[in-house]
């Protein structure tokens, strides 16, 4: 099954710093790639995904992601991050036709 | 209404009992899932339904039943859990029958089981 891995478990960012969440995703071929927050006491909401086309994605919330496939790589960034920005990040990837296989998760606390 | 409703928010229970998790959507999807998140652990699949048949068992205990009533209610009914079973039991939709679909999720149901 496809599956992706988050390497940072744990990032403490000030505020107006500049984050880069790296995912890397495990499947050569075609791959269907998303990342999700998880904000405290708050639903997963998809921040943005990734299909085909233009391999810079931008959601919501100032946040972005590229695709490089040389790297097999799907790393999430925003150039400057706010205090409400403190949650967990999930990066996933689409297996079994609908189903997103999620990996560990990196949290993120934005310090004043 | 774009909202995935879970009921009830929070359960306990114990090892003998029998209960039951709710999901209701009304946004017309067509798919509807159930995920396990254990705490500070992503959310790992469980069962997918489509058109209201399971079409994804990821070899989850019997414990554990689903049930989809019809296109906008899913359940999960539990009987005899383990304390190992403690989790927050998430439900989400999505339009259905294509991939790359964004997935609607609900608060989730924290659940312990003593």
């Known amino acids: 099954a496809q599956s992706v891995s988050q390497h940072n478990h744990h990032v403490i960012l000030s505020e107006a710093a500049s984050l880069e969440l790296g995912c890397n995703y495990s499947?050569?071929?075609?791959?269907?790639l998303f990342w999700y927050v998880q904000y405290p006491g708050q639903h997963l909401q998809l921040l943005l995904k990734?299909?085909?086309?233009?391999?810079l994605v931008k959601g919501i919330k100032g946040f972005e992601a590229e695709f490089i496939k040389s790297k097999f790589s799907f790393n999430l960034r925003k150039p400057s991050v706010q205090w409400s920005d403190t949650a967990e990040y999930f990066c996933a990837v689409l297996h079994s036709g609908y189903a997103l296989n999620f990996g560990k998760g990196t949290s993120l606390l934005v310090t004043p | 209404d774009t909202e995935v409703t879970q009921t009830p928010k929070h359960l306990v229970m114990g090892m003998t009992n029998k209960k039951s998790l709710k999901c209701e959507q009304h946004?017309?999807?067509?798919?509807m899932y159930w995920y396990k998140q254990k705490a500070k652990k992503p959310p790992e699949l469980m069962f997918v339904y489509s058109y209201e048949k399971l079409s994804i068992n990821e070899s989850v205990p019997s414990r554990f039943s689903p049930e989809c009533p019809n296109s906008s209610l899913l359940n999960l009914h539990l009987h005899a859990l383990q304390p190992e079973d403690s989790a927050l039991y998430l439900c989400?939709?999505?339009?259905?029958?294509?991939?790359?679909?964004?997935?609607?999720f609900g608060s989730g149901t924290q659940l312990s089981v003593l």
């Open positions: 499947y050569g071929g075609t791959v269907n």
């Open positions: 990734y299909f085909s086309g233009d391999p």
């Open positions: 946004m017309g999807h067509r798919a």
């Open positions: 989400a939709s999505s339009e259905g029958g294509q991939p790359n679909e964004k997935l609607f």
